[in-house]
């Protein structure tokens, strides 16, 4: 069974850093398309950033990339996104996700992905 737990959430200022880590276990991790998800209140899922299986990686877009930068460890298992520079508009619940395949590390789309953590919340306060 495919088990993905994050961790390293919390409250910061703005301008201020975190480091999400997302622990895997339950299957062969390291052939696993992997990203990262935030929901924030009101609104939907959006992908932050996803690394495929041979570390190519692919960022949502400038309101992140830049700022962000997502990265795995396969011999722990253990997938990251170092967060600077927080912004308010950053506060969410982020969540660690899992593919079968590789379309997700283009789309960053929900749908593209098969297995997610619980969350973990991120606060950015101005």
């Known amino acids: 069974q495919v088990r993905l737990v994050e961790s390293g959430g919390g409250s910061v200022q703005a301008g201020g850093s975190l480091r999400l880590s997302c622990e895997a276990s339950g299957y062969t991790y390291s052939s696993y398309c992997m990203g990262w998800f935030r929901q924030a209140p009101g609104k939907e899922h959006e992908g932050v950033a996803a690394?495929?299986?041979?570390?190519?990686?692919?960022y949502r877009d400038s309101s992140v990339k830049g700022r962000f930068t997502i990265s795995k460890d396969n011999a722990k298992a253990t997938l990251y996104l170092q967060m600077n520079s927080l912004k308010p508009e950053d506060t969410a619940v982020y969540y660690c996700?899992?593919?079968?395949?590789?379309?997700?590390?283009?789309?960053?789309?929900?749908?593209?992905?098969?297995?997610w953590g619980q969350g973990t919340q991120v606060t950015v306060s101005s």
């Open positions: 996700a899992a593919a079968h395949n590789a379309y997700g590390l283009s789309t960053l789309s929900p749908v593209d992905f098969d297995f």
């Open positions: 690394i495929d299986n041979d570390g190519t990686i692919s």
